[in-house]
Nanobody, 115 residues
Framework: QVHMVESGGGLVQAGGSLRLSCAIS????????VSWYRQAPGKERELVAV???????NYTDSVKDRFTISRDWARNTVYLAMNTLTPEDTARYYC?????????WGRGTQVTVSS
C-alpha cells in the first residue's frame, strides 16, 4: 500500500521560507521519480518540481533559483525547500508519484503567502 503525507505548509510573509515534507511509504525512491504539484484557487494543478531516481531535478520556470527539491532515502521522504516566497506561490501543494502503473497523490498541504 502506498501512502504519501505532506506537511510543513503554513502562513508566511512575502520573502519568507518554508520547507515542505512528503513522507512516503510503499514506494522505492531509488526507482521512482517524485514530484511536487500545486493548485491555487481557480487554477489548474501545475507541476512545480520533480526529482528523478537518478537524482536529477527539474523545476517550473517560476520557481527556479527559489525552490529546491531533495530526498532522504533513510527517511523515505521528499522535501521542497521554498525561499523568497511571493503571494503568487499561495496554493495547496501536493506530492505525486507514478508507481506500479498508478498515480499516487497525497492530500496536500496549504501554503499561504501574505503580502
Amino acid at each position: 500500500q502506498v501512502h504519501m503525507v505532506e506537511s510543513g505548509g503554513g502562513l508566511v510573509q512575502a520573502g519568507g521560507s518554508l520547507r515542505l515534507s512528503c513522507a512516503i511509504s510503499g514506494i522505492n525512491l531509488k526507482i521512482a521519480p517524485v514530484s511536487w504539484y500545486r493548485q491555487a484557487p481557480g487554477k489548474e494543478r501545475e507541476l512545480v518540481a520533480v526529482i528523478k531516481s537518478s537524482g536529477d531535478t527539474n523545476y517550473t520556470d517560476s520557481v527556479k533559483d527559489r525552490f529546491t527539491i531533495s530526498r532522504d532515502w533513510a527517511r523515505n521522504t521528499v522535501y521542497l525547500a521554498m525561499n523568497t516566497l511571493t503571494p503568487e506561490d499561495t496554493a495547496r501543494y501536493y506530492c505525486y508519484a507514478k508507481y506500479w502503473g498508478r498515480d499516487w497523490w497525497g492530500r496536500g498541504t496549504q501554503v499561504t503567502v501574505s503580502s
